[in-house]
């Protein structure tokens, strides 16, 4: 049975030595690998294109995240993963498909408080988790709303859903915080990522970040329904003709990491926004069938597999400026 007053008491505690730790580097913003050095508290913004506010574009219940996050193993209706989309972004792909949030920067400007109240009203509607989308750039305004949120009654897990391109300064300071990790881990190719992100260094720091989430939560800890409650979920989208650096990333996870913590190989790939000419093409059956043996090969226990890919009526690719952004499959 878990004492939720001494877990409480923990983990605003550990918010505020993250608080203490983390505000100094917002005045010369050093939040993320990018290193912009620009006044955030002056309202200075770097490549993320953000102050000292968050900016939300929206707050729904997601039923289309892993079965263990948004509940679709469930009987009956799902409850859904409670996610809350953060505009800006760090990194900027190319190909993002919610390029109106990254490279756009379009949602609405949110107090600490307010965004404490989207974590309450998304908890009162039954939500599995408290699912933070691109936290990486506005992680001071989420520590801040957590503190008021777990003081009015939160109690559900707290996914760190980030691109992977995160400082292992700030994660470090996430130790007793975070309850679920899920990082992306795009690309083990310094050209790919630069080509394709504008960050050459993408994976050495992508790696740091991980090994750290990792030694933070290493063992993915299911509740008796098969719902995440704690551990660390990778995320790898397979890109068109680039299954030979998938593969890569899939041996670096195996031999640094674990074969135990969460897979999720992701073939939904669909060329959106600035995607270059080799990516304007959906990923073949057979590049994501080959990515996926060789996971199967190395042993991933805790495999999450998408089809061999997506159709095209399947994709889920929002449109943010509609009151409801994706149109879930009945």
């Not at 777990?150 to 994660?171: A, C, F, K, M, T």
Request: neutral net charge; glycine residues 6%.
């Amino acid at each position: 049975m878990v004492d939720w007053e001494f877990l409480l008491q923990r983990k605003l505690e550990a918010i505020d030595r993250a608080l203490v730790s983390l505000s100094p580097l917002e005045i010369n913003c050093t939040l993320c690998p990018r290193n912009c050095r620009v006044d955030r508290t002056k309202e200075q913004k770097g490549v993320c294109q953000t102050g000292s506010q968050a900016r939300v574009s929206t707050a729904l219940l997601h039923f289309g995240e892993e079965p263990g996050l948004s509940g679709s193993n469930l009987p009956g209706r799902a409850r859904g993963s409670g996610t809350i989309f953060f505009a800006g972004c760090n990194l900027k792909c190319l190909f993002c498909q919610n390029y109106q949030l990254s490279w756009w920067n379009e949602g609405q400007l949110t107090t600490d408080k307010e965004l404490a109240q989207m974590m309450l009203a998304l908890q009162e509607k039954g939500a599995l988790n408290i699912n933070l989308v691109s936290p990486s750039h506005v992680i001071l305004p989420i520590l801040r709303a957590l503190k008021i949120a777990y003081q009015e009654g939160l109690r559900i897990p707290i996914v760190y859903n980030s691109n992977g391109y995160d400082s292992l300064e700030v994660i470090e300071k996430l130790r007793g915080i975070i309850d679920i990790y899920l990082p992306d881990l795009k690309y083990y190719s310094p050209e790919l990522s630069r080509k394709y992100s504008a960050a050459p260094d993408y994976f050495e720091q992508a790696r740091l970040a991980l090994q750290e989430m990792y030694c933070q939560q290493p063992d993915l800890i299911l509740d008796e329904k098969e719902i995440v409650k704690q551990g660390l979920i990778i995320r790898h989208l397979v890109l068109p003709g680039c299954q030979t650096d998938s593969i890569k990333v899939l041996k670096w996870i195996a031999e640094n990491l674990s074969t135990s913590v969460g897979l999720s190989l992701m073939s939904q790939y669909h060329p959106c926004f600035r995607a270059p000419a080799e990516l304007q093409r959906e990923i073949t059956p057979e590049e994501y069938r080959e990515v996926m043996q060789t996971a199967i090969k190395l042993g991933f226990e805790n495999l999450f597999l998408q089809p061999e890919p997506f159709s095209p009526e399947e994709h889920l690719i929002p449109d943010f400026r509609r009151p409801t952004p994706f149109h879930w499959k009945k």
